[in-house]
């Protein structure tokens, strides 16, 4: 074997790993993206999963600039985190821990002190709407209860668009 034909085999060797290099690396962001898109949807199906029985049972809310309230006729009993049919205040908040945005649900009934639970991490806002007027979205201000709820979850990352969903309570 030549020096030339040595050289062209460490040539093809060369671009062989350097294929195979761009494909395993295609293969492990396909695999970040996939696991990324994963997590996206076990939180939103958790943030609904809480959201729904407060929303269902509610009275009046208000959105707020970092969340919302609702009066609700539903509360989480602390110990066992059953629903009990228990008049609270349920405030649904993002607050900011290390640049990251955290969401928590604090509910108050009566003279109980208030319950704290963490929601999930990367969301910077939540929204509700009533779905019959979508285009109004008003702050601070208390309204009735919609029968038909449009949530909308606003996430921190960039790439993440906001995810909606809509709720008939009756």
Request: aromatic share 6%; no cysteine.
């Amino acid at each position: 074997m030549t020096l030339v034909e040595l050289l062209a085999a460490l040539a093809i060797v060369s671009m062989l790993m350097v294929a195979s290099m761009s494909v395993v690396t295609g293969v492990t962001r396909v695999g970040r993206l996939s696991q990324r898109q994963d997590e996206l949807q076990s939180l939103q199906a958790g943030v609904r999963q809480l959201l729904e029985p407060d929303l269902i049972h509610a009275r009046r809310y208000r959105n707020t600039t970092d969340g919302f309230e609702i009066e609700t006729l539903s509360a989480l009993a602390p110990q066992s985190l059953q629903r009990k049919h228990w008049p609270a205040v349920v405030t649904y908040q993002t607050r900011q821990i290390d640049d990251q945005p955290w969401l928590f649900r604090t509910q108050v009934v009566g003279a109980m002190p208030p319950v704290r639970q963490l929601v999930g991490g990367g969301i910077s806002n939540v929204d509700l709407q009533d779905a019959s007027l979508p285009d109004v979205l008003d702050y601070d201000l208390w309204g009735p209860a919609p029968e038909v709820w449009l949530v909308t979850i606003h996430f921190s990352d960039a790439d993440r668009q906001p995810k909606r969903f809509v709720l008939q309570t009756k």
